[in-house]
Structure formats: C-alpha cells, structure tokens
C-alpha cells in the first residue's frame, strides 16, 4: 500500500526557511516520479517542484527558482523540499505527491499536507 506522509510545516518569518520531509512507503521513490505541489483556500493546486530520479528530470516552478531545493535520502525513502528566503506568498497547504509515470496535475498518489504559514 502506498503512502506518503509529509511534515516539517509550520509558521515562520519572511526570510525564514523550513524544511518539509515526505516520507514513502509501498514504493521506492527512485522509481516514480515525486514532488510537491501546494494549495491556497480558494486558489488552484500548483506545482512547485518535482524530480524523477532514475531519469534526473527536476521540475521547479518559476516562483521557487533559486529560493527551493527538492532531494531525497534513499536510504530513509524520503523526499524533502528545503525551502530557503520564504515569502509570505509561499503561504499553503504543501501536499506531496508520487506517481509510477510521470508529473503532472493527476498524480496517483497524494499525502495529506502540511501546512506553511510566512508571516511578513
């Protein structure tokens, strides 16, 4: 059974930085395609960064460029996204997201989120 359990949000300052971990298990994350995307009340899910490693495809969406980092430890299975120079525009609900074919908006597989609160 595949899941995917993220953690690491919380309520920082602008300039600030976290760092959100999304654990997987049921699949190898070398194997899929996994990344994050994020989620304002009232606005469309957005992509921000993904990677597929066995082809070392990275995806970062243009807001995150330079400020985002996405890796991963295979040993623990795990995906992290090291978010660095927040912005209170960076404010959501962070969902991880995993699937066996590719990135895109139709993700097989979904955590449950961790949200992220940049106060200005």
């Known amino acids: 059974q595949v899941q995917l359990v993220e953690s690491g949000g919380g309520l920082v300052r602008a300039g600030g930085s976290l760092r959100l971990s999304c654990a997987a298990s049921?699949?190898?994350?070398?194997?899929?395609?996994v990344g994050w995307f994020r989620q304002v009340p009232g606005r469309e899910r957005e992509g921000v960064s993904s990677?597929?490693?066995?082809?070392?495809?990275?995806y970062y969406e243009d807001s995150v460029k330079g400020r985002f980092i996405i890796s991963r430890d295979k040993a623990k299975n795990t995906v992290y996204l090291q978010m660095n120079s927040l912005k209170p525009e960076d404010t959501a609900v962070y969902y991880c997201?995993?699937?066996?074919?590719?990135?895109?908006?139709?993700?097989?597989?979904w955590g449950k989120g961790t949200p992220v609160t940049v106060s200005s």
């Open positions: 997201a995993a699937d066996p074919l590719g990135w895109g908006p139709y993700m097989d597989y």
């Open positions: 049921g699949f190898t994350v070398e194997d899929y395609a």
């Open positions: 990677i597929r490693f066995s082809e070392g495809r990275l």
